[in-house]
């Protein structure tokens, strides 16, 4: 069975997510912040699914803080997405889609609600590339690099 666009079994088992990508300009020039995950202990960028109540940004901006403990201002277009399979009980899984707002981190906190089940730590960009298991989210966290270093060119 094929998995397209108009198929139902597609549309079905498709799910989507909003991310936040954390960055600042620290010690050396751009940062991303990375997040372990719960239960794998991978290195991903804040995600969750929709928030009824909040706009796509919204709620990847809502997720970098319960996730990462970071506040600051998110844009409301994505930089892009990504494609994951997210792992679910029984061994199974399921193909998420995962749009990317970026966060230019204003705030950071100590205290915030899932601050006892990861770690976070602030790298470079190529550091977070090589970090991410996702290709298209390294791709993502390379194309945000580039775009920062052309739109920061005299």
Excluded at 61 to 76: N, P, W
Excluded at 80 to 101: I, P, S
Excluded at 141 to 154: Q, V
Aim: aromatic share 10%; glycine share 6%.
């Amino acid at each position: 069975m094929t998995r397209n666009k108009t198929s139902k079994v597609y549309r079905r088992d498709r799910r989507h997510q909003f991310a936040a990508l954390p960055w600042r300009v620290g010690a050396q020039g751009l940062e991303i912040l990375l997040i372990t995950s719960r239960e794998t202990r991978r290195w991903v960028i804040p995600k969750g699914w929709p928030m009824k109540d909040r706009a796509a940004h919204q709620a990847a901006a809502q997720e970098a803080f319960e996730e990462a403990g970071v506040q600051g201002d998110i844009t409301d277009v994505p930089l892009g997405m990504f494609r994951y399979l997210k792992r679910l009980k029984g061994d199974k899984t399921q193909l998420c889609a995962v749009d990317v707002f970026p966060l230019q981190v204003t705030e950071i906190l100590d205290l915030w609600p899932e601050r006892d089940e990861r770690e976070r730590d602030w790298v470079t960009p190529d550091t977070a590339a090589q970090r991410v298991d996702e290709p298209e989210l390294k791709a993502l966290i390379e194309a945000f690099a580039f775009l920062y270093a052309g739109a920061r060119a005299p």
